[in-house]
C-alpha cells in the first residue's frame, strides 16, 4: 500500500444526542450532520447549513489531498476508459406507426439525443437535443421520454439536481418548440391517452414519495391538474406504466412484499382507475393486457399468489379480474425464477432465471408450443425490449458476458430467425480471446453454495495469486448481471481478477434466495460475501489481504458490514453511497424511502424484535475498536435514497474509533444525488477515482 502520509482529516464536533427506543438508550454524536432542513436541500442544494457545508467540504479537501498523487493517473485512466467508447454511439431504432425512436450520442457529447426518422430509412430528425438542454446545468439528466400516439407531441422529463424530482414538459414536434404545458415534482413516469390531449404523472409529496397519480390536460395550468389516484399509505410508493397493446395505463402501488394494480382505460380521457385485485399481504402480482386477433381481451398477470414463491404466470378476462378468475398460463416452477411475461398479439415472451443463468421461453398462443432462445456461455447477461408494437413476430433481445460486448437481436417469434442489429464497438480494441470468464461457487457457513461471476485476463494467474475487486450487492431482490463493462478491464488489463459475489439477498437462484438475505437472515448477505472471498483465495485466484471490496447504496451496507466483520481480508473497501446508517435511517419515519423500506429491512420503531435485529449489524452502530483496511466512501449531497450524511456519520465514526490502518476517505458530489454525476465523460472521472483508489490498496499504482 503506497498511501502518503496526510495529516489533518477533518474532525466533526461531537455533539451529544442521546434518544430512548424500547428501553435502549441509543447516542449519536455526529446526528447533527443530518440537516434538519433536507427536503429544502434536495430542492436547492445551496440551503445545506452553513457548518454543514463546511465540514462537507473539509472532507473533500482532505480526499483530494488524500489522493492528490494519482490526479495524473486518473487522467490516464478517464482517457483508457474514454477511448473504449463509441463516441457518436445511436441505439437500434425502434419502430413505432410511421416511424422509429432512437437515442444518439454525438462525438464529444456528454448526454443523448432523442431522435426519430421514418420507419424505413430517411432523414434523422433530433427530437431533444440532450447536450443543448444540459447547457448551464452542473446535473442533468433525462426522465421519461414518451412520444404521443399521434406522434405530435413529446412529453419528457428533466432532473437538474439530482434529487429524481422531475420537471416535465410538452415538445410540439411539427415546430420544436416547447409548449407552454409543463408539471413540476414528478416522479418522471408518463403515459398519454390515446386521443393525446393529457397525459397521465406521478407527483411526489413533501416526503419526495411518489404518491398520487394526477392527470393534465393540454393546455390548462399545472394547479388545474386533477388527481387520479392517491395512496393514503405513506410505506406505499406508486408507479405508472403502460400496456404494450396500448390498451390500458397501469398504476402499480407496493412495498417490497405486497403489490397492486388499478387499471386507466386510455381510450377514455376521463377514466377512473379501475382494481385488478385488493393488495393482499405478501402478494405480488404485475398487469399486462392481451387482445387476439379475433378482439377477445384479457390480462396477463405475474404473480406469487398460491405459493408460487418463483412466480408463475396467470390469465383473467378484462372484466372480471379479480383473484378468484385467475387461471395458471404458466405453472409454478420452483427454482426457475419467472422475471418478465410480455405479451404480444401471437407470442408470449417470458424471461427466466435459474441458478443464476438466465433464459428466453417463447409460447406461440395458438398452439400453446414453446422453445427457448439458447446460449453457450457460462455466465452471461440477458433482457427482453419491451419496444413499441404489440401486433408484431419480432421481439428485440440485448445479450452480453463479461468478456463479450453487448449485442442487440431481432428475433422472428415465428420463423425462429435471429438477426444481429447492433454490436458494441470498442474503439480502442478488444479481444475476447485474451480474457477468462468463469462461473464458480463458494460454499456458506450453512452448506448454500453462492455463485460467482469471474472475469480476468488469460495470463493474470501465471505468477500465482491477483489482487481482485469483489463487487457485491444483496438486497431488494435484484440480481446482479455478469454483463460486460468496457471500464472494468482498466482494473483486469492491469491484473485484477473481477469477480461478482451473487449473494443471498439477490434472487439469482430464485425467490427463496432474496427471503434468505432480508430482515432476520439479513447477516446471509454478509457471510456470503466472506464465503466468496474466502473461496476465491482457496482456488487461487486472489489471497487475503488482497482483495477490494466494493459495493454501492444497500451494497454499501454490505461493504461497512464485512468491513466490520472482517477487516483483515481486505486491502480496501469502496462504498458508494453507503447505506450504512441503517439503525437511524429505519426509525425516521419522514425520510423518503423509510416507511416502504419497513418490510425489507424491519421496523425497529414498532418491533423491539426489528430494532435488535437491525442494531445487531447497522455497519455505523457496529464500528469496533479495531484496524480497518483504507476505505473511499462515496456520496451525493442531493440523494434522496441514500442520505449524504449516512457516509458522512460513517467516516467520522470510523476515524474516532480504529486503532490503526485506514485511510478513510470521503468524497461527495455536491453537484449529484444517488448516481453520481451525470454525464457519460463526467462519471468516468469518478470511476477513475475509485480505480486508482483499488490500485493503491495493492500497491500497484506504481507502473499501472
Known amino acids: 500500500m503506497t498511501f502518503p502520509k496526510v495529516s489533518g482529516a477533518p474532525v466533526p464536533a461531537r455533539r451529544a444526542h442521546e434518544f430512548v427506543v424500547h428501553g435502549v438508550t441509543l447516542r449519536d454524536d455526529f446526528a447533527w450532520l443530518r440537516a434538519e432542513n433536507w427536503r429544502e436541500v434536495l430542492d436547492d442544494p445551496d440551503r445545506l447549513p452553513v457548518d454543514i457545508r463546511a465540514h462537507l467540504e473539509a472532507e473533500n479537501a482532505h480526499s483530494a489531498q488524500a489522493l492528490a498523487n494519482t490526479t495524473n493517473f486518473r487522467k490516464t485512466l478517464v482517457a483508457e476508459m474514454r477511448a473504449r467508447i463509441k463516441e457518436d454511439d445511436s441505439s437500434v431504432p425502434a419502430p413505432d406507426g410511421p416511424f422509429a425512436y432512437f437515442r444518439q450520442f454525438r462525438e464529444g457529447g456528454e448526454h443523448p439525443s432523442f431522435c426519430r426518422r421514418p420507419r424505413d430509412g430517411g432523414e434523422t430528425v433530433i427530437l431533444l437535443d440532450g447536450d443543448k438542454l444540459g447547457e448551464g446545468h452542473s446535473y442533468f439528466s433525462f426522465g421519461a421520454v414518451e412520444h404521443s400516439p399521434d406522434h405530435a407531441l413529446l412529453a419528457w422529463g428533466c432532473d437538474t439536481e439530482g434529487s429524481e424530482s422531475y420537471t416535465i414538459r410538452v415538445r410540439d414536434l411539427a415546430t420544436g418548440e416547447d409548449r407552454a404545458d409543463s408539471v413540476t415534482r414528478s416522479a418522471g413516469d408518463v403515459v398519454w391517452t390515446k386521443n393525446a390531449r393529457a397525459f397521465f404523472y406521478v407527483e411526489l409529496d413533501d416526503n419526495h414519495r411518489p404518491v398520487r397519480v394526477k392527470r393534465h390536460v393540454l393546455g390548462s395550468e399545472e394547479s388545474a391538474d386533477t388527481i387520479v389516484y392517491e395512496e393514503p399509505e405513506p410505506g406505499w410508493f406508486v408507479n405508472l406504466d403502460r400496456t404494450l397493446s396500448g390498451r390500458f395505463a397501469t398504476i402499480a402501488i407496493s412495498d417490497h412484499e405486497t403489490s397492486e394494480v388499478h387499471l386507466l382505460d386510455l381510450d377514455d380521457p376521463d377514466a377512473s382507475p379501475r382494481l385488478v385485485a385488493a393488495r393482499e399481504s405478501e402478494i405480488r402480482y404485475g398487469v399486462e393486457h392481451h387482445q387476439d386477433t379475433h378482439h377477445a381481451e384479457r390480462l396477463i398477470i405475474l404473480t406469487n399468489a398460491d405459493g408460487a414463491e418463483d412466480f408463475k404466470i396467470v390469465e383473467a378476462p378484462v372484466d372480471a379480474t379479480c383473484r378468484e378468475n385467475w387461471r395458471d398460463l404458466v405453472p409454478h416452477r420452483g427454482g426457475t425464477m419467472i422475471l418478465s411475461a410480455t405479451p404480444f398479439a401471437r407470442h408470449l415472451v417470458r424471461l427466466e432465471r435459474e441458478d443464476a443463468r ?39 433481445f440485448g445479450y452480453s458476458s463479461m468478456t463479450t460486448p453487448s449485442e442487440t437481436w431481432d428475433y422472428d417469434m415465428a420463423t425462429r430467425e435471429r438477426i444481429l442489429r447492433k454490436r458494441q464497438e470498442v474503439p480502442s480494441g478488444h479481444d475476447p480471446a485474451h480474457y477468462v470468464t468463469r462461473r464458480i461457487f463458494a460454499r456458506a457457513g450453512d452448506g448454500e453454495m453462492v455463485p460467482i461471476s469471474l472475469l480476468h485476463r488469460r495470463d493474470a494467474l501465471e505468477s500465482g495469486p491477483a489482487p481482485c475487486l469483489l463487487y457485491g450487492y444483496g438486497s431488494y431482490g435484484m440480481a446482479m448481471p455478469a454483463g460486460f463493462r468496457t471500464n472494468i478491464l482498466s482494473l483486469v ?18 425467490w427463496r434466495w432474496y427471503t434468505d438475505g432480508k430482515r432476520e437472515k439479513k447477516v446471509n448477505t454478509f457471510t456470503d460475501f466472506l464465503a466468496c472471498g474466502e473461496a476465491l483465495i482457496a482456488e487461487g485466484f486472489t489471497k487475503r489481504g488482497a482483495i477490494v471490496a466494493h459495493g454501492g447504496s444497500a451494497g454499501g451496507m454490505l461493504m461497512g458490514a464485512v468491513a466490520n466483520m472482517d477487516p483483515g481480508m481486505f486491502a480496501g473497501i469502496v462504498a458508494d453511497v453507503p447505506f450504512v446508517d441503517v439503525l437511524n435511517t429505519m426509525l425516521d419515519g419522514e425520510l423518503p424511502l423509510t416507511p416502504p423500506e419497513w418490510p425489507e429491512w424491519g421496523n425497529p420503531g414498532a418491533s423491539p424484535a426489528d430494532f435488535e435485529t437491525i442494531r445487531a449489524y447497522s455497519p455505523y452502530d457496529n464500528v469496533t475498536v479495531q484496524a480497518y483496511p483504507p476505505i473511499l466512501a462515496l456520496a451525493g449531497l442531493t440523494d434522496p435514497r441514500v442520505t449524504y450524511w449516512e457516509a458522512a456519520k460513517w467516516v467520522a465514526k470510523l476515524r474516532a474509533t480504529m486503532t490503526g490502518g485506514g485511510p478513510v476517505l470521503l468524497h461527495l458530489n455536491m453537484d449529484a444525488g444517488h448516481g453520481g454525476a451525470s454525464g457519460r465523460f463526467k462519471q468516468l472521472e469518478e470511476i477513475a477515482l475509485v480505480y486508482a483508489f483499488a490500485l493503491t490498496c495493492v500497491g500497484k499504482f506504481e507502473g499501472a
Open 358 to 396: 438466465p433464459r428466453i421461453v417463447i409460447r406461440e398462443w395458438a398452439s400453446g408450443e414453446e422453445h427457448a432462445i439458447a446460449f453457450d456461455e457460462e455466465a452471461y447477461s440477458l433482457f427482453v425490449a419491451g419496444g413499441y408494437e404489440f401486433d408484431t413476430n419480432d421481439v428485440r
Open 493 to 510: 488489463d492491469r491484473g485484477f481478477v473481477y469477480a461478482i459475489a451473487h449473494v443471498r439477498g439477490g434472487t439469482e437462484k430464485g
